[in-house]
C-alpha cells in the first residue's frame, strides 16, 4: 500500500452545510407545529353552539304548542290556538337560529 499522506487535507465542514442543517431542523419545527392536533377549545365551542340551536329549536316549538294549548284549555278554540302558536313558535326558532349563525365568531 501505499505509506504516503495524501496531498490534500479532508474538507472542514463547510458553512453551506451547517445552514442548511438550520433551516431543515427549522422546516421540521414547522412541520410539527402543522400537523399537532387542533385545540379542544374550538371543539368545545362548536358544541355549546350546537347545543344551544337545539335548544332554541325545541324550546321554539315546544313553548308554542304549550302556551296554545293553555289557550285552546281557557278558551275553547281548540285546535287553533295550538297550531297557530306553535308556528309562531317556529317562528321565532328560525330566527334566533339566523341570527346565531349570522354572529361572527369569539
Do not use: C
Amino acid at each position: 500500500m501505499n505509506d504516503q499522506p495524501p496531498a490534500r487535507d479532508p474538507i472542514a465542514e463547510d458553512a453551506r452545510i451547517e445552514s442548511l442543517e438550520k433551516r431543515l431542523q427549522a422546516a421540521k419545527e414547522r412541520e410539527e407545529e402543522r400537523n399537532r392536533p387542533a385545540s379542544s377549545a374550538s371543539t368545545d365551542a362548536n358544541y355549546r353552539m350546537g347545543s344551544r340551536v337545539l335548544s332554541e329549536l325545541v324550546g321554539g316549538i315546544g313553548g308554542g304548542a304549550l302556551i296554545g294549548w293553555v289557550f285552546d284549555r281557557f278558551v275553547g278554540t281548540s285546535p287553533w290556538g295550538l297550531l297557530v302558536m306553535m308556528f309562531l313558535g317556529i317562528i321565532v326558532a328560525f330566527r334566533n337560529i339566523i341570527r346565531i349563525s349570522n354572529r361572527r365568531p369569539d
